[in-house]
């Protein structure tokens, strides 16, 4: 079965500061690999995606991502932090059963200071 | 696009009665999903379709839970009689062919019950 672990419930950093979440997956067929973002009240809205191809992927809000298969992450970065950016970030794998059923990591919350 | 359009908002119930959550997919999309999210549990997938069809409900807590989607364009999640460990924040989500192109979620339900 696929899973996916997102190392820090909790993650705070100043404006301006690097952002760094951590995703880690287990998947027995090449994934598919996600991030969502969910700020407050809201649904979740895809933040960049890997499928195939170049592994460092970049999304909207100047966020990007590294696909490492021998270490199997996907971490979500960015050089300098917005206080906009504070909100909940979901790292989420295709499921082996079918590449339609995503599984999604229980989220890590950003708070950025000033 | 009005994108997923998901009602009501919110919704406070008493224990026993029935719940009726409704969602609208985008137009053109071919898979919807339904998820709930708790702070316990984080994201979970209840069931999900393809054509209308339902491909996997091995999320459904228990028979309690029921989802239906007679058409493209309308899907229902029906809890009957609720309780209140239902309480949460329930999604619907559409996409369109593979689990490549991402899902769309709507703003989500905010299920009560007291």
């Known amino acids: 079965a696929q899973s996916v672990t997102q190392l820090g419930s909790h993650v705070s950093v100043s404006e301006g500061a690097l952002v760094l979440l951590r995703c880690n997956y287990s998947?027995?067929?090449?994934?598919?690999l996600f991030w969502y973002v969910q700020y407050p009240n809201q649904g979740l809205q895809l933040l960049l995606k890997?499928?195939?191809?170049?592994?460092l992927v970049k999304g909207i809000n100047g966020f990007e991502a590294e696909f490492k298969k021998s270490e199997t992450s996907f971490h979500l970065t960015k050089p300098s932090a917005h206080m906009s950016d504070a909100a909940e970030y979901f790292c989420?794998?295709?499921?082996?059963?079918?590449?339609?059923?995503?599984?999604f990591g229980a989220g890590t919350r950003l708070a950025v200071h000033p | 696009d009005a994108g997923v359009i998901q009602s009501p908002r919110h919704e406070v119930t008493e224990m026993g009665q029935e719940v009726t959550l409704r969602c609208k997919p985008i137009?053109?999309?071919?898979?919807l999903f339904w998820y709930r999210q708790t702070m316990m549990r984080g994201l979970e997938l209840l069931i999900y379709?393809?054509?209308?069809?339902?491909?996997?409900d091995s999320g459904m807590p228990e028979d309690r839970f029921s989802a239906k989607m007679p058409n493209a364009s309308f899907s229902t999640l029906k809890i009957q009689p609720s309780e209140p460990r239902d309480s949460a924040v329930y999604f619907c989500?559409?996409?369109?062919?593979?689990?490549?192109?991402?899902?769309?979620f709507g703003s989500g339900t905010r299920l009560t019950v007291v």
């Open positions: 989420a794998v295709s499921h082996s059963g079918g590449y339609n059923k995503l599984i």
């Open positions: 379709f393809n054509n209308n069809v339902p491909i996997d």
């Open positions: 137009s053109g999309h071919d898979y």
């Open positions: 998947s027995s067929v090449p994934p598919y």
């Open positions: 989500a559409s996409s369109f062919g593979a689990a490549s192109y991402g899902y769309t």
């Open positions: 890997y499928t195939t191809g170049a592994t």
